[in-house]
């Protein structure tokens, strides 16, 4: 599974960091980034589910989990 953020449909509400901080983060005008741990885009198996966690509870739907075939 990988992950990113619309920039242009982000409005910083911040549900993505307060439910996944060590996946999201915030720059310094709190609009959602991705962490160390999600810099590439890729997301541990372990915290899959954190991760459509915060995509379901975004407001503007700016977190984008795209869902791969396991190899």
């Known amino acids: 599974m990988r992950v990113s953020i619309d920039s242009t449909t982000c409005q ?3 549900r993505c ?3 996944a901080p060590d996946l999201f983060g915030e ?4 609009y959602a980034t991705l962490t160390e741990v999600t810099a590439d ?3 541990p198996s372990d915290r899959e589910h954190d991760a ?3 995509a379901a509870n975004c407001p ?3 977190v ?3 869902e791969q075939a396991r190899v």
């Open 17 to 19: 960091y307060d439910l």
């Open 27 to 30: 720059d310094e005008e709190g």
């Open 60 to 62: 503007e739907s700016a």
């Open 41 to 43: 885009q890729d997301v």
């Open 52 to 54: 459509r966690l915060a």
């Open 12 to 14: 910083g509400h911040g």
């Open 64 to 66: 984008l989990v795209h």
